[in-house]
């Protein structure tokens, strides 16, 4: 990292992103406050720090030993003095910006019919952005594996319902990526692209998306550790995308004999997230939960800790949904989770030093 002193003039922040890019590597520069500080993208260890010191303008060059500095709090700090968090558009719903998002929809898209008439009974409960899973991660080969596994035509189709049930309904929309060869189909038809649990180690999958300038909902692999996945998050901000909602989606139960739910919800990630970085961080209580009976005790929960949003399924019949039906909520449940979540966060709202 290189800070400037504070009266360095534009020509030698200029000079020294020349010299960054001397060595192949990318410059971040924030311009703050009180001065600019300019991040180093990519192997820092190629960089003679020492030689960066002497430059014209430059007050400190040092190695960050943080594994994501372009994220973290502590690094856009020092450009200057309040590090706001940052507000994502999604269509024009905006994520992080104060009041609570809701997220939901059916885990998957099954048909034009099923998708509207969930679209329909989530818009009335008031959710913001519609979910609909197309290409459906699944542990076995044998379950239905979303419409879109049936080739590119169904997946286009199906893209084209969950567009088309948006923008009835007046909501952005989003899916999951399963692949790499999925990109610009799925960039074609949403406003949120969703980057799944099990895909979260996938550097490649993440560096593809991220190219694509979309705001991305980022999931935590069920075994990933924050600074793991605050790690990865930062492939995708170096590619100059800092669109990225984060998402806690419970990560696996300890112990022996029954946990009594799909994963642990770790609710101290969202206070801790918050205070790493500026990046909004959102809860999945379904997949969480795995039990639909938990689902408005988590949400409660999560926005006391102070998420951006949830993201939850919801079926108008969950026993007749083909995945996921156990942790499915109906409309009417939603309604109640999102009147209880906003109180909830009216009450905690005033709180001070949140972040
Ligand atoms: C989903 O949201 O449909 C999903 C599969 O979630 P996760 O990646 O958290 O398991
Ligand atoms: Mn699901």
């Known amino acids: 990292m290189i800070i400037m002193k504070s009266e ?141 596994a049936s080739g590119e035509e169904g997946a286009q189709q199906a893209l084209g319902w969950l567009r088309e049930a948006g923008d009835t309904f007046g909501m952005p929309v989003v899916t999951e990526i399963r692949g790499e060869g999925q990109v610009d189909l799925i960039a074609e038809y949403v406003d949120l692209i969703q980057i799944g649990a099990r895909n979260m180690y996938d550097q490649d999958l993440i560096t593809k998306v991220a190219r694509k300038q979309k705001p991305i909902l980022y999931k935590r692999h069920f075994g990933a550790g924050i600074e793991e996945f605050l790690s990865f998050t930062e492939y995708m901000v170096a590619e100059e995308n800092k669109d990225i909602i984060l998402c806690e989606r419970g990560i696996l139960p300890l112990g022996k004999g029954k946990s009594y739910s799909r994963y642990t919800l770790d609710v101290t990630a969202v206070p801790v997230i918050r205070r790493e970085t500026y990046l909004p961080i959102m809860v999945d209580p379904s997949h969480a939960a795995g039990r639909r009976d938990l689902i408005f005790d988590l949400s409660c929960a999560s926005i006391a800790a102070g998420a951006c949003g949830l993201i939850i399924e919801v079926h108008y019949n969950p026993v007749e949904a083909l995945v996921d039906g156990q942790q499915q909520i109906t409309p009417d449940e939603l309604e109640e989770v999102i009147i209880a979540c906003r109180r909830v966060h009216e009450a905690v709202k005033y709180r001070k030093n949140r972040d």
């Not at 360095?8 to 020349?18: C, I, P, R, S, Y």
């Not at 960066?52 to 943080?66: H, I």
């Not at 104060?98 to 969930?118: M, N, T, Y």
């Open 8 to 148: 360095a003039t534009k020509e030698e922040v200029a000079n020294v992103v020349k010299e960054i890019q001397k060595y192949g590597l990318r410059a971040d520069v924030s311009i703050g406050a009180y001065r600019t500080v300019i991040g180093l993208v990519g192997d820092e260890s190629k960089i003679p720090f020492s030689h960066f010191t002497v430059l014209p303008g430059v007050k400190e060059a040092f190695m960050v030993e943080t594994p994501y500095k372009l994220i973290s709090r502590e690094y856009a700090g020092m450009s200057g003095p309040d590090i706001e968090n940052r507000v994502i558009k999604v269509g024009d719903v905006e994520v992080g910006g104060g009041e609570p998002v809701f997220i939901a929809g059916p885990c998957a898209v099954e048909s034009k019919e099923q998708l509207f008439r969930i679209a329909e009974g989530v818009k009335k409960a008031g959710a913001h952005i519609l979910r609909g899973g197309i290409f459906k991660p699944r542990s076995s080969v044998h379950s239905f594996q979303g419409l879109g």
